[in-house]
């Protein structure tokens, strides 16, 4: 199966685009989602990274993992992010592979949004970047998360930049506009996916061999 690896920075309008493409019954498989999955409470994942980091990272209510706690500690500090990332990010990427499985389908989209920093690139054929400009990344950012403008900035800031995720991109949706401009341009790329996908997946009969 074709596999779109869709990325964009915070805020660019993923989950937008993503539900565009869902809505055309295109499977999507979120890394995010994934990655809350794993650390459920009492999960294998939850209590290797709970002994990695200490039980005060534990949630005293759920038993799980504080992960308002833990995502605090890994915000600018690389070797703390490194140490979870080990932990996390092989069970991710098994699960990202996983879940295509039995999938019936010309492609699938694989949602992850840190696709160019965390070095998943050979998980998929290619990436589709949705982009802004970072100063209405910023503005989404505030209005939907109730976040400050220095907040906002500051997550931007620990992401790739946009030139870095453009330089990588094979296909780019551009969400400057209003949302409903979206609807067309997922459409057209759409269908070239599912062009490229039936091209891929074609079973060529096998060829006629020569009489002996
Ligand atoms: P991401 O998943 O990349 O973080 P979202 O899809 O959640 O981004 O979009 C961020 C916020 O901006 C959401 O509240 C969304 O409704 C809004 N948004 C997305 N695209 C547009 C747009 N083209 N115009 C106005 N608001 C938008």
Known sequence: ML???????????KSLVCDLFARRGVPVIDSDAIAREIVTPGSEIAEAVIR????????????????????????????????????????IRLELSRRQI?????????????????????????????DCPESLQVQRVMSRDGVTQEEAQAILASQAS???????ADDVIDNTGPPGDLEDKVERLHRQYLVWGRTTHRKDPAPDLPES
């Open 3 to 13: 596999r779109i690896g869709l990325t964009g920075g915070i805020g660019s309008g």
């Open 52 to 91: 990695e980091f200490g039980e005060t990272y534990r949630d005293v209510t759920t038993g799980g993992l504080d992960r308002k706690a833990l995502r605090r500690l890994v915000f600018g500090n690389i070797r703390a992010r490194h140490r979870l990332e080990a932990i996390l990010h092989p069970r």
């Open 102 to 130: 039995g999938l019936d389908a010309p492609y699938c989209i694989l949602s992850i949004p840190l696709l160019i920093e965390s070095g998943f690139g050979d998980l998929v054929d290619r990436i589709l970047v949705v």
């Open 162 to 168: 946009r030139e870095q995720r453009l330089a990588q």
